[in-house]
């Protein structure tokens, strides 16, 4: 049996993303099972899955992350095709440590277009 899903019906924050990645910070064993930023990528590519499942489009706050990957890539001076998941995993101790180092990196990248700003003034 196929059930739809009317989508007009659905009440959805839209900007929503943000805030769930702190969610995720301040508790990641209960989102993510374990601390594990490979979890966290799985984790992450469910969430775009079953927005795009449900006909939903990225909102702007994961838009603002499209050039994390080439990003992290120039940072870290990575040319080859790993995700962002698994370069930040490679420069760190263990699972635990990426989890961290992935919260700060993404506040790092959002923030490059604000200091940016700043300089030109």
């Known amino acids: 049996m196929v059930t739809e899903v009317n989508v007009n019906k659905l009440d959805i924050k839209d900007e929503y993303f943000f805030d769930l990645l702190q969610r995720i910070k301040q508790r990641p064993g209960m989102y993510l099972g374990k601390c594990s930023i490979s979890r966290l990528r799985a984790f992450l590519n469910g969430y775009e ?7 939903f489009p990225d909102t702007e706050q994961q838009q603002q992350l499209e050039g994390f990957q080439e990003w992290i890539q120039e940072r870290y001076k990575i040319t080859s095709t790993h995700g962002w998941d698994s370069i930040i995993l490679f420069f760190s101790a263990d699972e635990k440590d990426a989890l961290d180092k992935f919260f700060k990196l993404v506040e790092e990248f959002l923030n490059q277009d604000k200091i940016a700003e700043e300089k030109d003034k």
């Open 49 to 55: 899955m079953a927005r795009a499942e449900l006909g």
